[in-house]
């Protein structure tokens, strides 16, 4: 290859702009996450793998943090996105509190060393045993969705002599234009309480002896790339708190819940810092800049900070569609077999030649199983991909689907790399299972 050919790619590999810079960058033919190359990475700790930056994660909640500095606030991170126990520290070393959605979530809050006093428990159907943990934890707040959950929440914390601090989820009924499965501030989701019933139950809650009322939430939906849903549900919301302390309830903070989209491909989602700045305008505007405002970010603390990297296994072209058949499969990341999601998938290290066009799939039995469509890649047997953006809703989905241990883990921070989860073993899928005499 002559010299000047040489250059030309080169310029192209450090013109790729990539999702997840500037942690993730191309240098050279190699991808390095901070000051780690990812193929190192593959081999040492063998594929499925999945790696984050801590500084990315850092950094993203920073901006968060940033916004809302000289208010009172209480970031809640959103763990059922990555709930893996470091991520969990490098947010709570952060003083971040945590949204949960179970009473596991709790019990890893715990275990990282996470505060339960910032905790918020959401969730559309809590056990009458979660609840009563997490009044003995001594969470926040719970974001109640129900009428009916109201109810038992009271029963269960009057049993224990407690009363529950609450937060109603209203469901403002406008559409983030996202996903349908990932939309659930719009009528006719299960979600919340529905806008026009909500006055009906503040006033229930205020009637019930087990439960305090402290304020108010909504969540529309995940991967919300525009600024206007939010301003339409801030809207909705500041209308209720107005009317429901007519009614004499005082709502001491107010919850927008999170839903912030990341960039996969062209998603051009507006700034954390430009959202908030935006949002606490109108909350000024109407009176309401006193209050605590509490967000729930999940996806954009940590989307972007991690990839997952898998080896080609098979290559199999054929006339009608070329196959590459990598040892990562919709077990370990299920995002585009569930939302026909779109994940970026790049060589660890690239190839020189002509690109083909392949399908990313794994070896799970199910058509369904892909990873990647009709993407353009040079490849052999062996090369290790990254998928981008996989650090949100990859491992915290991940099932152990056709007897498959699920992938290791790995934080990188600066030029360090540290395994914070080990590859399950095949024995442990089944050591719980009793054959029968
Ligand atoms: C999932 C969820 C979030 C976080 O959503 P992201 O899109 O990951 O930011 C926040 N609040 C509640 C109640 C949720 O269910």
Redesign the pocket.
Known sequence: MSPVQGADIAATWTATTLPGGPFLSRRGPDLWLEEVRLADLAKEFGTPLYVYSRSAMRAAAAEYQQALANRPHLLCY?M??NSSLAVIKTFADMGLGF?I?SGGELARVIAAGGDPAKVVF??VGKSRIEMAEALKAGVKCF?VESESELLTLSAVSSSLGQTAAVSL?VNPDVDAKTHPY?S?GLKGNKFGVAHERARAAYALAARLPGIRVVGIDC?IG??ITEVAPYLDALERLLDLVEQVEADGALIHHIDL????GITYTDEQPPAAGMLIAQLLARIEARGHGHRELLM?????LVGNAGVMLTEVLVLKPSPEKNFCIVDAAMNDLIRPAMYQAWMGIVPCSQRFGEAMTWDVVGPVCESGDWLGRDRALTLKIGDMLAVLSAG?YGMTMASNYNTRPRAAEVMVDGDQATLIRRRETVQELFCNDILPA
């Open positions: 959103a059922k996105a949204d959605v959401s969730g974001n989820r990932i659930t969540h995940s991967q819940g999170g839903g912030l729930e970010p999940g996806r954009s949100a």
